[in-house]
């Protein structure tokens, strides 16, 4: 079995990345044992605050979040970092090669019942002379670096520096995260799907009319029976689009008029679209390419709907008609 850091320097990822995913791997090791302690660990419940986002902040939320800032603050590669849970972008080290957004727990709502949590990191490339939530403002496709730890039954990890997505998963015997698997696909077909259902009243028209005609199955236009699952953490999903295919979707809905995107730009969906793209699939927000989008804000949100290539262009399809 070959261990991360063999891997990368096998593979001639950069040195200076090679560095820094060394650092994030190393707070996904200690969060999943966090994570793994549960009520034991002190680690469960609410704290009284709230996030920039007038999100109620879980106790593993804070954790998390407080340990992955610590430890890219102590890493010298490291010149700013943006996380879901500080209101600004946060100043590390001035010569540093890279700016680091991510979402210390994904799915914060599924600690307390001991399911599916994970962490989420997006790199950008440092620009010579541009400081503060400026430099965060380039599209998704500029990313290095994105990778998910999911904290399931096993600890896993999706990587892409752009040459493909690569699978490891962690080795509690040494906590090492070892490849398991170097070339991950997304099947371009699926009958799978993933949306939060108790909000169609508040889609618009084209997802009504693709998720309705999914659900008729074999009797309506697809000519086929759809499955449904929904995790309610994007990493669990999304690593089940990555390991058996499936459309997920957060789509554009009108339950607060004040918030008609769920998921953020920065650190959930660019992650996300480049690693689904760097395996095969797609990402787009129904009308435009995730990856392409000009970011203007580190807190901004997007539609989401992205995973087995063929299924997502159907879906697409219902958004130009
Ligand atoms: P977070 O826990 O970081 O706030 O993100 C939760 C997000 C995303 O992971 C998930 O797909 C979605 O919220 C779940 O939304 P519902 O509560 O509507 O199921
Ligand atoms: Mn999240
Ligand atoms: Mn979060």
């Not at 593979?11 to 090791?29: K, R």
């Not at 950008?124 to 599209?139: K, N, S, T, Y």
């Not at 259902?197 to 309506?220: H, T």
Request: aromatic fraction near 6%.
């Amino acid at each position: 079995m070959q261990i991360l850091s063999d891997y990368l320097k096998q593979t001639g990822v950069d040195a200076n990345l090679q560095s820094l995913i060394a650092t994030l791997a190393d707070c996904s090791v200690e969060i999943s044992q966090l994570v793994r302690g549960g009520a034991l660990a002190g680690v469960l419940g609410a704290t009284e605050s709230e996030n920039v986002q007038g999100e109620t902040q879980k106790k593993l939320d804070v954790i998390a979040n407080d340990l992955i800032k610590d430890k890219l603050a102590a890493q010298p590669l490291v010149k700013a970092l943006a996380s879901e849970e500080e209101d600004h972008v946060v100043a590390c080290h001035a010569d540093g090669h890279y700016l680091v957004s991510f979402d210390p727990l994904d799915g914060s709502s599924n600690i307390d019942i001991n399911s599916l949590v994970g962490t989420i990191f997006s790199v950008l490339p440092a620009q010579a002379g541009i400081d503060g939530e400026q430099a965060f403002m380039q599209a998704g496709r500029n990313q290095v670096l994105a990778c998910y730890m999911l904290y399931g039954p096993a600890t896993v990890m999706a990587l892409t520096t752009g040459n493909g997505t690569q699978m490891f998963s962690l080795d509690p015997t040494d906590n090492q995260f070892k490849l398991v698997d170097g070339a991950v696909q997304v099947p371009a077909d699926t009958s799978e799907f993933a949306i939060n259902m108790s909000n169609q009243r508040f889609w618009q028209a084209p997802m009504q009319q693709y998720i309705a005609d999914l659900l008729v199955g074999k009797e309506g236009p697809r000519g086929k029976n759809f499955n449904m699952r929904w995790i309610a953490a994007m990493v669990g999903d999304v690593h089940r689009v990555l390991s058996r295919g499936g459309l997920f979707t957060y789509p554009t809905d009108t339950k607060d008029p004040n918030k008609p995107f769920k998921l953020r730009l920065m650190y959930e969906a660019n992650p996300m679209a480049l690693l689904v793209e760097q395996a095969g699939g797609i990402a787009s927000t129904g009308y435009e390419t995730i990856l392409d989008i000009q970011p203007n804000h580190i807190h901004q949100r997007v539609a989401v709907i992205l995973g087995s290539r063929h299924e997502v262009a159907e879906c697409l399809a219902y958004h130009s008609r």
